[in-house]
């Protein structure tokens, strides 16, 4: 419902939605800022507002985001974690085999976590909790989140607004995965048209 709003409104209130939208995902709550990002490209592409600045607002929203709940993670989210005596021992011992993955592939993690629903803001804070060096987190950081945001970005811009439900919907990761999924099928039924003009018998997937 938040994104939708974004194709009726243009100028400062929509930049400035979409900057709070995609801040506070980022940040760590659960609020459409991938959904928000795509219905203003829409917008954009219909003449509502600027893909440029739509671009610009959400990459700053998205990296100034993640660098909060950096912050957020590396002063208190260690303690938040551990709190309590119920299940606190596998609490820390998940925590620690967080810490070595992130000491082995943090920059990766970083980078990649930005095209993941729930770990686009959960790796921020566990990276600040990991307590990685700011300036690796924040130049993984800022590559993740420009390329996140130009690929959702410019993805919804070029497809316009007949996508518009579909995208809103499914979002971009879900949109994906059903053309990837029908392209499979059309694949599979293809091959299988072959094998039995060649005389072959069809090999049926087993559940």
């Not at 082995?104 to 909790?129: C, E, N, Y």
């Not at 996508?163 to 694949?187: C, E, S």
Request: positive net charge; hydrophobic residues 50%; contains cysteine.
């Amino acid at each position: 419902m938040f994104g939708l709003s974004l194709t009726s409104v243009s100028g400062p209130v929509g930049y400035g939605l979409l900057f709070a939208l995609v801040f506070g995902e980022s940040a760590g709550l659960p609020i459409p800022g991938e959904s928000s990002i795509m219905v203003a490209s829409i917008a954009a592409s219909q003449g509502s507002l600027s893909i440029v600045a739509v671009l610009l607002v959400a990459m700053a929203a998205a990296i100034l985001g993640d660098n909060l709940g950096y912050v957020c993670g590396r002063a208190f989210g260690r303690r938040i974690w551990t709190v309590g005596k119920i299940g606190r021992r596998k609490r820390q011992q998940w925590l620690d085999e967080v810490d070595d993955f992130l000491d082995d592939h943090g920059s990766t993690a970083v980078i990649v976590a930005r095209w993941l629903p729930v770990a686009r803001f959960v790796v921020p804070w566990l990276a600040g909790m990991n307590q990685m060096p700011w300036r690796r987190f924040f130049v993984c950081n800022a590559a993740g989140g420009i390329g996140w945001v130009l690929t959702v970005g410019m993805a919804a811009y070029v497809i316009g607004s007949t996508a518009k439900n579909a995208i809103v919907a499914l979002g971009l990761v879900g949109l994906v995965g059903v053309v990837i999924g029908l392209a499979g099928h059309a694949a599979w039924h293809r091959r299988n048209h072959r094998r039995q003009q060649d005389g072959r018998p069809a090999r049926r997937r087993t559940a």
